[in-house]
Each structure stands twice: as C-alpha cells, then as structure tokens.
C-alpha cells in the first residue's frame, strides 16, 4: 500500500489484524490448554531462561578481571556461577553469535547476512518442546544480522518456528514497522497523536481480526497482551536513550519488558555495542559499564518478582574476545586469535545452577545451546555439536 494514500478504517484494521498476527503469533499452530495439559512436568525448576549475548566482542580482561567495571555481573556471578574458560572458535561477529544459539561452530563471517542451516534453539524450542509462539522471545541492538538469530533456513525448521524479534528501536517486524510509518511514527504528545494510539489500539483488538477459511485467530487474551505492550513501548523512554551504547540499553529494556509482560520460556537478547572498542579503547569501556548498569536493571527486576525470581536463570557471555594488544588508534580489534582473543567468560545464576562458584572447567560458547535446552526442554533430543556444561548445575 502506498504510504500517501490515505488509510481507511477498514484497511487500517485489516493491515492491523494482519500485523498483530504476525507480532503476536509467528505461523505455526497454536498450543492449546489441552496441550499444556499433556506436556511432560519439567525436570528442572527453570521455567525462564534470559540468554545475553555480548555480541560486540568483550575481553574477559575488562570484566572478570577487573570486576570494579562490572559491579552488577559480579553481583549476579556471586550468585551463581562464573566460567573464565570458555572457549570460541569463529572471530566473526555474526557467525560466532550465531554459534552460541545453534551450538554450532558456524563458518559465517562479520559480513554475511543470510540466515544459517543449523536451527537455532528457539525452533527447537518452538518444534521440538511445542511451546506457544508467545513463549519465545529475542531482543536485538538492531541490525540485519541481529535479526537473523531468530530462524535458520534448516527445512525442517525455519520461520514458522522463529522467535518474536524486537529490534532496538522497538519495533516488532517489518509488518509493523510498514504500519507505524503509515501514521509517521506517532508520539503521544498531541491529541492527534494519542487518537492515532487510540486507532493503533483498535487495530489490534481481537473483535476486528476474522477467520480465514483454514487459518485459527490470535487468542484474544494475547492480541490484548500484544496491545498494551505495543503502547507501552511506544509511549515509553526507551527512545530517549542516545550516545554509546544507547542500542544496547533499549535491548535489554525493551527485553525487561517482554519478560514482565509475556513471562516467555526463553528471552534472547544480543548487544553489539561493545565493537566501539576497534576506535576507542575508553568508549569500549564505557559501553561494558553502562551496559552493566542495564543487567543489574533486568537481574533486580527479575529477583523483584515473586514468580519469576525463584523459577528464571540468567546466562551471559560473549561471542568472542578481542587482540591482546591496542592497534594504532588506542583501540582493540579481534584478529589475533591470542587467548585474549578465544578464550570468553560465561556467568550464569538460577534455581538449577551453583551458588557462588568459580569453575575451572573447560567449556565452549556452542556448550550454551544444549545447556539452555537442558533446562527448558531435557527430553528432546538436540543432536548439536556443544556438549552440555554440567558443571554448573547443582
């Protein structure tokens, strides 16, 4: 639709229904009750994992080993579990990411924007454990690659499993986005302004979505779900963050909200701002600092909440590392493949992991795919290169 026509009522609910589908409910059937009824009683007491991926390379140099930087990850590795070995293997943004939730070692470089071969966790988790649409979640600093986390071209797999994707900016999917610009992007700081919040509002109420022949509604309670947070996020401070950073800020609060407004099974969130460091060493810093401000945010949060604070573990960790040594323009590139630059940390605390501890073991970033599968969903069997890091559970 041409975004100078104007947008009748009825187009406007039709193309709202359409997108409040594809935000709420990626394509794949949705589980019922009586789905929920038959599914084994999990192992474990994780019922919420947040997955954090510092995708922006960050030496455990300037966190573990100088926790005054990381005063909030030493709060949450104090309450769980801090690994200094953990191994990676690909020095390319994108393909180590991307590693991390396959678990396996992906041969895609930084500049490579197609989607992998290997399903990710999130469609094992929406295919293989049958959990709902709304259960899985990821949270990206923005960018082609962030979103690419979401479903792999595996065709057994693929984007009617995939995750529901919020970008930095907080906009859900291109669907959406083609909405809000229809309105240009509206703030509610106007009565114009709020009686398009109003309009954007109807357009998701489930009373103006209909059946197709062959084609299940939203459940109404989600779309309603949907709604509000759509309007929370619009109407809320995340697009006041700016400077170094600030992308990576709205991911995990944007992420802080999805957990406290849908609860999901399993929240990615991946952080790109630390590749400041390639021309600024102190920038690089700050971003490590600033984004530990926003982690301590979400873990007291979580530890605030009476449900999700004794059922909810929290993993993070890097892609990679960064060189041993400053380059010429007193930053720190990722080329070296020193052990500064391969060997990461991981920091993981909740109900099913140790309280307090160091580990000496050996572990690979591929390992966190099968762990975090470990604990939402043990029984299916997830044929990944990673091993699961039993050394962190209890």
């Not at 009825?10 to 589980?31: S, W, Y």
């Not at 059922?311 to 007193?330: I, K, Q, W």
């Not at 992991?353 to 975090?372: H, N, Q, S, W, Y």
Request: glycine letters at 10%.
């Amino acid at each position: 639709m041409s975004r100078t026509r104007p947008l009748s009522r009825r187009d406007f609910l039709r193309q709202g229904a359409v997108a409040a589908g594809a935000i709420a409910l990626p394509t794949g059937r949705l589980r019922t009750a009586r789905d929920a009824a038959l599914a084994p009683a999990p192992a474990t007491r994780t019922q919420h994992v947040v997955l954090l991926a510092f995708a922006g390379g960050v030496r455990k140099k300037e966190v573990l080993e100088t926790p005054a930087n990381v005063p909030n990850l030493m709060r949450i590795a104090s309450a769980g579990v801090s690994m200094a070995k953990v191994r990676c293997e690909n020095v390319g943004h994108y393909g180590a990411a991307l590693s991390i939730f396959t678990g396996f070692v992906e041969e895609m470089g930084i500049r490579d924007n197609e989607r992998g071969l290997n399903p990710t966790l999130f469609e094992r988790l929406r295919r293989d454990a049958g959990l709902a649409a709304d259960q899985i979640w990821l949270s990206t600093a923005g960018g082609a690659q962030g979103r690419l986390f979401a479903h792999s071209d595996h065709p057994d797999y693929g984007a009617a499993f995939a995750a529901n994707v919020l970008d930095g900016d907080g906009l859900f999917n291109v669907e959406f986005r083609s909405l809000l610009e229809s309105f240009g992007r509206p703030r509610p700081d106007s009565e114009h302004d709020r009686a398009v919040l109003d309009r954007l509002a109807a357009a998701l109420d489930p009373d103006a979505l209909r059946t197709e022949s062959g084609v299940m509604r939203p459940d109404p309670e989600q779309v309603q779900r949907v709604s509000r947070f759509v309007l929370d996020e619009l109407t809320g401070n995340t697009a006041e963050l700016t400077g170094p950073g600030a992308s990576d800020a709205k991911a995990i609060r944007v992420g802080l909200q999805i957990l406290r407004t849908f609860r999901p099974r399993l929240l990615g969130i991946t952080l790109q701002g630390h590749d400041i460091a390639h021309g600024s060493y102190n920038g690089y810093v700050d971003v490590i600092r600033r984004n530990d401000q926003e982690v301590g945010a979400l873990w007291d949060a979580i530890q605030q909440d009476p449900e999700l604070r004794d059922s909810t573990s929290v993993l993070v960790l890097p892609e990679f590392g960064r060189d041993a040594d400053l380059n010429e323009r007193n930053g720190l590139d990722h080329g070296d493949r020193s052990e500064q630059m391969l060997e990461v940390f991981l920091i993981a605390a909740g109900p099913d992991f140790r309280k307090g501890r160091v580990l000496r073991d050996d572990a690979r970033t591929i390992d966190v795919c099968p762990t975090v599968l470990e604990l939402l969903a043990p029984r299916i069997d997830a044929r990944v290169e990673g091993r699961v890091i039993r050394g962190l559970f209890a």
